[in-house]
């Protein structure tokens, strides 16, 4: 369910995803679109029909309830829950929806064990924590997880993922080895035991910049939006040209004359110190535009930067449009303006947004992708 009492709009381009997704397959034939969290707001099921059409075998969503959801919208595809089972609908779901779902301690094996020798058999994911120390078997348990496979034929090892932490600093290639030497001693052993499995460890960062993790197949998520997860690091030009598919916009509502020494929005926290003209426009933090871009951020009007002025409110955001103005164009009640993307050339990357917001493009997508969407 999408953000439904405001006029934001959030037009996503499924070519520029498709186009992202391409320049990976060139490298690599087993492409994974990670998808969850709804495609960082892009839309599960749109993008989840859009790289099946790319030819993707497999889809990566994040809890299991995400898998059943993609797999209720038709997908036929192999579906992998990054995040496991968690309860008894996702224990379930393994068999009534057919997700494949990484297991990452023992107990969740004996349960699924348990269960198969009701529903029949099933095959699982392995997560191994090299190094993130969130979820997955540790290294040392490996023999262990080998001799619960040989007494439970009926649960069946096809893949084993581990995720890299710090792929994306040039400074730590040693953290990133480390991580990669773990998980190849944890494939080896499952192979030399006779499991056949798909082995994955990159995301985007490792995709790009770290071929030794490459394996058999990539989780590739910020990278298919169009973000160059290295983009402020030596080691940018690494990434093919991408393409960032979520424009936002929000309309201007009305525009009025702020004269030297009047303030604007709650507190007065901005005083114009000459005469300006200032567009009023329809979105705010209550639909998940952060109340931190206060005095910080910029919206694009008609191809120009629009600066944030005084506190951003629940629904509405003041921008300085006097510059624009003074361009000779005209801003009127109807007008959209642009909180990411946009025309050019004040075209608003979502490394810019992320920039004045504090935080990272995956998070800005997340939050402006719950609003409503249209695809182009
Ligand atoms: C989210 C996620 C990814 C994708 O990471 P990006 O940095 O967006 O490419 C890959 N693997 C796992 C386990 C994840 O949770």
Redesign the pocket.
């Given at each position: 369910m999408s953000i439904q009492y405001n006029k934001i709009q959030v037009q996503v381009s499924l070519e520029n995803l498709r186009h992202n997704y391409r320049v990976f397959r060139s490298t690599c034939d087993n492409v994974i679109p990670?998808i969850?969290s709804d495609a960082?707001g892009h839309g599960l099921i749109e993008v989840g029909q859009a790289m099946e059409q790319e030819g993707a075998e497999t889809l990566?969503v994040?809890f299991v309830n995400e898998a059943v959801l993609l797999r209720e919208s038709g997908c036929e595809k192999r579906i992998f829950a990054?995040l496991g089972p968690v309860d008894d609908a996702d224990f379930a779901a393994l068999w009534d929806h057919d997700i494949l779902a990484a297991m990452g301690r023992f107990d969740q094996l004996e349960r699924v064990a348990q269960m198969a020798e009701e529903r029949g058999e099933v095959r699982v994911g392995l997560k191994f924590d090299t190094g993130m120390r969130r979820l997955g078997f540790r290294p040392e348990d490996v023999p262990e997880v080998i001799e619960f496979f040989r007494s439970n034929p009926k649960v069946v090892p096809v893949m084993a993922?581990s995720?890299l932490a710090l792929a994306d600093e040039p400074e730590n290639v040693a953290a990133v080895n480390g991580q990669a030497e773990k998980f190849q001693t944890a494939v080896d052993a499952l192979r030399g035991a006779g499991f056949e499995i798909e082995a994955n460890l990159s995301?985007?960062?490792g995709?790009i910049a770290h071929e030794r993790c490459h394996y058999d197949s990539l989780?590739?998520?910020?990278?298919?939006y169009g973000c160059n997860?290295l983009h402020d690091t030596e080691w940018a030009g690494r990434c093919g040209e991408l393409r960032p598919a979520m424009d936002v916009s929000a309309p201007v509502m009305h525009v009025h004359c702020l004269k030297k020494g009047e303030s604007v929005s709650y507190g007065w926290t901005y005083t114009a110190d000459h005469d300006l003209t200032v567009a009023v426009v329809g979105v705010g933090y209550a639909d998940n535009y952060s109340r931190s871009l206060s005095n910080t951020g910029y919206m694009n009007i008609k191809g120009h930067r629009a600066p944030i002025l005084g506190r951003i409110c629940m629904q509405m955001t003041m921008v300085d449009v006097t510059g624009i103005m003074g361009e000779g164009l005209d801003v009127r009640p109807g007008d959209r303006a642009w909180l990411l993307g946009g025309p050019g050339p004040g075209t608003i990357t979502p490394e810019d947004l992320a920039g004045w917001w504090e935080t990272i493009t995956?998070e800005v997508f997340c939050l402006l992708g719950m609003n409503r969407r249209q695809y182009k």
């Open positions: 990670v969850k960082y990566a994040g990054l993922t995720h995301n985007s960062a995709s989780r590739l998520g910020i990278a298919l997860p995956y």
